[in-house]
C-alpha cells in the first residue's frame, strides 16, 4: 500500500474555478459535472483557492431570496489551502483525510494546478488493496507489486 502514490489515482485534468466567476455559474458547472467543489486558479493556473457546495449555499441563498446580487468566487472561496503533491503516499493522505474537513483535494506541482484527489479515490485504493490482502496475494501485502 506504501507504493500507492497520489498521482497514481488522482484525476488528471481537473475542472477549475477564476475568482471573477459567477456563483450562479459556479453551481452549475458543479451540479453538470458532478463535484463537490473545485480549485480557483488564477491566470498562471496557480491554485489561489477552493470553493465547495457549502461555501456557495448560503451566498446563492440570499441572493435567491432577496433577488439582487451576483456573488462571485472571490466573495465566497476558502483561501486556505489543503493541497497535496502527486508524489504524496495515498496512506498519508487517508490519515489526513481521517482528521480534516475536506473531501477533495487539489494536487499542485510547483503551484500549478495538476489534478485533483477525492476521498472516494482514497477509498478504491485502499478498497483494492484490502482485496488483494483478502485473495492471499502475498505479493501485494509485502508491498512488492
Excluded: W
Amino acid at each position: 500500500m506504501a507504493d500507492y502514490l497520489v498521482k497514481d489515482v488522482m484525476h488528471s485534468n481537473p475542472l477549475s474555478v477564476h475568482t471573477g466567476e459567477s456563483l450562479v455559474d459556479v453551481v452549475e458547472k458543479m451540479a453538470n459535472s458532478n463535484v463537490m467543489g473545485m480549485p480557483v486558479v488564477d491566470e498562471q493556473g496557480e491554485v489561489v483557492g477552493f470553493i465547495s457546495e457549502q461555501d456557495c449555499i448560503q451566498s446563492i441563498l440570499a441572493t435567491s431570496y432577496f433577488c439582487e446580487g451576483n456573488p462571485v468566487v472571490a466573495d465566497v472561496m476558502s483561501r486556505a489551502l489543503l493541497t497535496v503533491r502527486p508524489g504524496d503516499s495515498v496512506v498519508d493522505l487517508a490519515r489526513r483525510m481521517g482528521r480534516d474537513k475536506p473531501k477533495v483535494y487539489p494536487v499542485v506541482e510547483a503551484g500549478k494546478l495538476v489534478g485533483l484527489i477525492t476521498r472516494a479515490d482514497v477509498l478504491k485504493a485502499l478498497r483494492s488493496e484490502v482485496l488483494a490482502c483478502n485473495s492471499g496475494d502475498s505479493r501485494r501485502r509485502q508491498g512488492t507489486a
